[in-house]
């Protein structure tokens, strides 16, 4: 069972940039594909972004362009890379390991979750 371990929220002006980290341990990371939520207040957690055991990712249209994942199997960690960001995007972010069915991502295990807050 994997465990998941945030950091890098903070926060940022609009139009500045945050990096996530996300490091997992306990379970074959490499195996799992990995994907990162937000809930901000008031709303339902939503998928922002995840990542196939290989390289294929999927993004929510609202951060297409601007926010970029991708994972290190070697350092059983998985990345956010935030761009050009929009108070809208405020929220807490949880990275989350799960698998792919149907063309369709599941997370299963999660983290404790990071808070990002974009403001000026």
């Known amino acids: 069972q994997l465990q998941l371990v945030e950091s890098g929220g903070g926060l940022v002006r609009p139009g500045g940039s945050l990096k996530l980290s996300c490091a997992a341990s306990g379970g074959a990371f490499s195996l799992n594909a990995m994907g990162w939520y937000r809930q901000a207040p008031g709303k339902e957690r939503e998928l922002v972004a995840a990542i196939t055991i290989g390289t294929d990712t999927d993004y929510a249209d609202s951060v297409k362009g601007r926010f970029t994942i991708s994972r290190v199997n070697a350092e059983n960690t998985v990345y956010l890379q935030m761009d050009s960001l929009k108070p809208e995007d405020t929220a807490v972010y949880y990275c989350?390991?799960?698998?792919?069915?149907?063309?369709?991502?599941?997370?299963?295990?999660w983290g404790q979750g990071t808070q990002v807050t974009v403001s000026s």
């Open positions: 989350n390991g799960g698998y792919y069915a149907r063309g369709r991502y599941y997370p299963e295990y």
